[in-house]
C-alpha cells in the first residue's frame, strides 16, 4: 500500500464499525476537514475496487463528521436520517479516496449535509445525508471543542 499523503493524521475514534473500516485519516485545510482511506483487500469486491458498500460507509462517516467541524459546533453523535449516495466511478484497490463535505442547512433538530469524494483525484463518489441532531452546546462549550480532539494534525 502507498503511503498517506502528507498532511493527513489519523483518526483518533476508532472503535466497533469504524476500527474495522478504517482506518481513516483527516487533514484540515483552514475551512474544511478532508477525510481519506486507502483502498485495501478488505474494502473491495471481487473486481478489485472499493465495494459501493465501503464507499457509503465512507459517506455516512464524512458528512457528519466534516460537518461538526465546518460548522465549529458539537453536536454529538449525529444518527443517520437519510443518506443518498451516486457511484461516478470505481475506486481501484490501493487508490487514495478523499472527501469533502458541506453543510447545507441546519435546523435545530437536522444536519443537511452533501459531500463528494476522489480516487486518485478522480471523481467517485457524490452523497447527500440528513442527521438527527441531539444537542448543540453552547458558545462556552464550542470554544472548547477542538479538531486535534480527535486528529493529530502538525
Not at 499523503?5 to 489519523?10: D, K, M, S, T
Not at 484540515?28 to 465495494?51: E, I, K, Q, S, Y
Not at 437519510?82 to 461516478?88: P, Y
Not at 453543510?103 to 486518485?120: E, H
Amino acid at each position: 500500500m502507498s503511503a498517506v499523503p502528507e498532511g493527513f493524521a489519523p483518526f483518533k475514534l476508532a472503535m466497533g464499525f469504524l476500527a474495522v473500516n478504517g482506518p481513516l485519516y483527516g487533514r484540515w485545510d483552514g475551512t474544511h476537514l478532508l477525510l481519506g482511506f486507502r483502498v485495501d483487500d478488505r474494502h473491495c469486491n471481487p473486481g478489485m475496487v472499493a465495494h459501493g458498500g465501503m464507499l457509503a460507509t465512507f459517506a455516512d462517516m464524512l458528512l457528519p463528521i466534516a460537518s461538526r467541524f465546518q460548522a465549529k459546533a458539537d453536536m454529538g453523535f449525529l444518527p443517520t436520517v437519510n443518506l443518498t449516495c451516486d457511484f461516478l466511478a470505481p475506486a481501484p484497490k490501493g487508490s487514495w479516496v478523499e472527501g469533502r463535505a458541506e453543510v447545507v442547512r441546519m435546523t435545530r433538530n437536522l444536519l443537511f449535509a452533501q459531500g463528494a469524494a476522489t480516487a486518485d483525484g478522480e471523481p467517485c463518489l457524490r452523497a447527500n445525508g440528513i442527521f438527527k441532531i441531539k444537542t448543540v452546546k453552547d458558545a462556552a462549550t464550542i470554544a472548547n471543542f477542538s479538531i486535534k480532539s480527535l486528529f493529530d494534525f502538525d
